[in-house]
């Protein structure tokens, strides 16, 4: 049990990495600061889409519109966060207990 609890709060942290990740090259994209026309650009910044978007979308949908401000990826960034310290705090400590 206490495998697979690592297992999860590790694929969060890669998670995490990857929405920072996205976040940033939407501002690099969005600031033409990469080329958008060159083809590594393109495959990464879909690829990027393509692991973000279906957890986004949700939070978008409920979200109000802030004008050019997208902050889906904070509000996702604090369940990413919320989720792991629940399994680290909570349902570590219950598996070593033997609960």
């Not at 409920?62 to 399994?87: A, E």
């Amino acid at each position: 049990m206490i495998a697979l609890i690592q297992t999860i709060v590790m694929a969060l942290d890669i998670y995490w990495w990857i929405i920072i990740a996205s976040a940033i090259f939407s501002w690099l994209y969005a600031f033409n600061v990469v080329n958008s026309r060159n083809q590594f650009v393109g495959s990464v910044g879909n690829m990027l889409y393509r692991l973000t978007e279906p957890a986004l979308r949700p939070i978008r949908r409920f979200m109000p519109d802030l004008g050019g401000i997208d902050i889906s990826p904070i509000i996702l960034l604090l369940i990413i966060f919320f989720i792991r310290q629940f399994l680290v705090t909570t349902v570590w400590s219950w598996v070593v207990a033997g609960g």
